[in-house]
C-alpha cells in the first residue's frame, strides 16, 4: 500500500504560480511511477503529466507543455507539480497518483490515489 496527500493547491491569479506536492508513505516510494491528473468541475478527470522512478522521463499533456513541470525527491518520497503561468481553465482539484506497472494517460494506469488538492485561477 501506498498513501499519497497532495498538498500546496491555493487561490492564484492568471498569470501566476504554485507548486503541488505529494507526500508518499508505505512502500518504497522510489520503485513506483507517478502521474498528476486533475478534474474541473462538471468534467472528467484528466491527465496532466507523470514522472518515471527509473530515469525519471517525464511527459505531459499538451495544454500544459512549457508551463507545468513535474520532479521527484525520492528521498523525502515526494513529488512536485510546479505550475506556472497559470490560466483560468486549470482551475481543478488536482490528484497524484502511483504505479508500479507502468506510466501512463490513463487512470487505469494508476493504483494509488491522492485526496486531492483545490487550485483555483482567478483572471
Known amino acids: 500500500q501506498v498513501q499519497l496527500v497532495e498538498t500546496g493547491g491555493g487561490l492564484v491569479q492568471a498569470g501566476g504560480s504554485l507548486r503541488l506536492s505529494c507526500a508518499a508513505s508505505?512502500?518504497?516510494?522510489?520503485?513506483?511511477?507517478m502521474g498528476w491528473f486533475r478534474q474541473a468541475p462538471g468534467k472528467e478527470r484528466e491527465f496532466v503529466g507523470f514522472?518515471?522512478?527509473?530515469?525519471?522521463?517525464?511527459y505531459y499533456t499538451d495544454s500544459v507543455k512549457g508551463r507545468f513541470t513535474i520532479s521527484r525527491d525520492n528521498a523525502k518520497n515526494t513529488v512536485y507539480l510546479q505550475m506556472n503561468n497559470l490560466k483560468p481553465e486549470d482551475t481543478a482539484v488536482y490528484y497524484c497518483?502511483?504505479?508500479?506497472?507502468?506510466?501512463?494517460?490513463?487512470?487505469?494506469?494508476?493504483?494509488?490515489w491522492g485526496q486531492g488538492t483545490q487550485v483555483t485561477v482567478s483572471s
Open positions: 514522472i518515471t522512478w527509473t530515469v525519471r522521463t517525464t
Open positions: 497518483a502511483a504505479s508500479r506497472r507502468g506510466a501512463g494517460d490513463s487512470q487505469n494506469d494508476y493504483d494509488y
Open positions: 508505505g512502500r518504497t516510494f522510489s520503485d513506483y511511477n
